[in-house]
């Protein structure tokens, strides 16, 4: 399968699926939506409004490193908001602007644009001097993938955590389109 065809949709599903979380949890509780950006799973993790910062720089970022470019400014200040984000969480208006703007970056890639990056060399250097060399399919397997998943699932559960009602429906809201007509079941 090609890259950008493995990898865009799949982005854009989560970070809608984040998106309707969101609006759920609003609808919820309005009046303790915000203090929720700032709930953690555990004392050690970053909160809710790091978690959804990071998955909206990590569905940005890996496109720029399968180009071979370097990751522009703007999109550095999101992942410097979410490392920052638990003394400063923001609003919930906040991170759905980030959101938004990596779908609306997303939407705005050519169907071909990652293509190329397979073979592209990818390293990824950590704090303390950790540094990983893959190609562009051992990143987008074994680096992009599980980095953005793991952001997207901390958030949906720390809203579980914090009494969201939200279930698998609203984790993959997007297989409704496959849905073969008469097998949802009726409640």
């Not at 599903?13 to 799973?41: C, I, W």
């Not at 909160?47 to 522009?72: C, D, H, K, V």
């Not at 644009?113 to 250097?125: F, M, N, P, R, V």
Request: glycine share 8%; net charge negative.
């Amino acid at each position: 399968m090609p890259l950008t065809n493995l990898l865009l949709p799949t982005y854009k599903n989560m970070l809608r699926t984040l998106a309707g979380v969101l609006d759920k949890a609003e609808r919820q509780g309005p009046d303790r939506v915000e203090g929720l950006l700032s709930a953690r799973l555990a004392p050690d993790m970053y909160p809710l409004a790091t978690q959804l910062r990071f998955a909206a720089y990590q569905a940005q970022e890996a496109t720029f490193r399968l180009r071979g470019e370097g990751i522009p400014p703007s999109l550095a200040a999101v992942a410097a908001e979410a490392r920052n984000a638990g003394e400063v969480p923001g609003s919930l208006t906040d991170a759905r602007v980030r959101i938004d703007e990596a779908l609306s970056y997303l939407d705005g890639l050519a169907s071909d644009a990652l293509d190329a990056g397979e073979t592209q060399a990818i390293t990824i250097e950590l704090p303390g001097g950790i540094t990983f060399d893959m190609t562009g399919e051992q990143f987008v397997r074994d680096w992009a993938l599980p980095q953005f998943y793991f952001h997207v699932i901390t958030a949906y559960a720390i809203l579980r955590n914090q009494g969201i009602e939200i279930g698998k429906a609203d984790y993959v809201p997007h297989m409704f389109a496959y849905l073969r007509p008469g097998t949802l079941p009726s409640a």
